[in-house]
């Protein structure tokens, strides 16, 4: 079975750099199948996409975010993992990783439990 | 604000029915597929529903989906207390080039 599980650390000071990675353990990050996702929840709201990744290394970033968003894959540790730069209190968030299947109409799906990232000095 | 629109809540009592509404436009669940989320208390959401109506392996036939047009709905038979949960909509949106989601439902089953 699939699981997907992120760290990183939990507090993050404003203007500078969050890294998160996500550890995929049960399948192949490799799978051309699949896109690798991730997404954020701020404290008592909805969610929001930041973008996906395949493990070509091909990006796709939401546009709100794409001016402070890279992702990256290590295929050889069977992770990817997400930098978020200049970050401001906004950025504070629940952020997942997810799988997503090739196309559209398939949903993201496992999702990794989530890790609070809060961004203060 | 977000893109796809949904009731803020929706209540219903053990053994009934509810049905969530999910509103979008042209750009997104007008041309493309719909899915679902369950998001029960503290937990990472989970996939409820993909394709429009499609449930994924395990997910009890009592939860359903529909789209027409630019909208959709998720319904829910047999409500149970375990049911008690936020529901999310999502879509992509073509103009905008992102995964769009609705605002959430919070779902009390009274």
């Known amino acids: 079975q699939l699981q997907l599980q992120e760290s990183g650390p939990g507090l993050v000071k404003p203007s500078e750099t969050l890294s998160l990675t996500c550890s995929v353990s049960?399948?192949?990050?490799?799978?051309?199948?699949?896109?690798w996702d991730w997404i954020r929840q701020p404290p008592g709201k909805g969610l929001e996409w930041i973008g996906n990744m395949y493990s070509s290394g091909t990006t796709y970033y939401s546009p709100s975010l794409k001016s402070r968003v890279t992702m990256s894959v290590d295929t050889s540790k069977n992770q990817f993992s997400l930098n978020l730069n200049s970050v401001t209190a906004a950025d504070t968030a629940v952020y997942y990783c997810?799988?997503?299947?090739?196309?559209?109409?398939?949903?993201?799906?496992?999702w990794g439990q989530g890790t609070l990232v809060t961004v203060s000095s | 604000q977000s893109v796809l629109t949904q009731p803020a809540s929706a209540s219903e009592t053990p053994g009934q029915r509810v049905s969530i509404s999910c509103s979008g436009s042209s750009s997104n669940i007008g041309r493309n597929p719909v899915n679902w989320y369950q998001q029960l208390p503290g937990t990472a959401p989970k996939l409820l529903i993909f394709?429009?109506?499609q449930r994924p392996s395990g997910v009890p036939d009592r939860f359903s989906g529909s789209k027409s047009g630019t909208s959709a709905s998720l319904a829910i038979s047999g409500l149970q207390s375990d049911d008690e949960a936020h529901y999310y909509c999502?879509?992509?949106?073509?103009?905008?080039?992102?995964?769009?989601f609705g605002g959430g439902t919070k779902l009390t089953v009274l």
């Open positions: 997810a799988r997503h299947g090739n196309g559209v109409q398939w949903g993201f799906d496992p």
């Open positions: 394709y429009n109506d």
């Open positions: 999502s879509a992509w949106d073509g103009s905008l080039n992102t995964w769009v």
């Open positions: 049960g399948g192949s990050i490799t799978s051309s199948n699949y896109c």
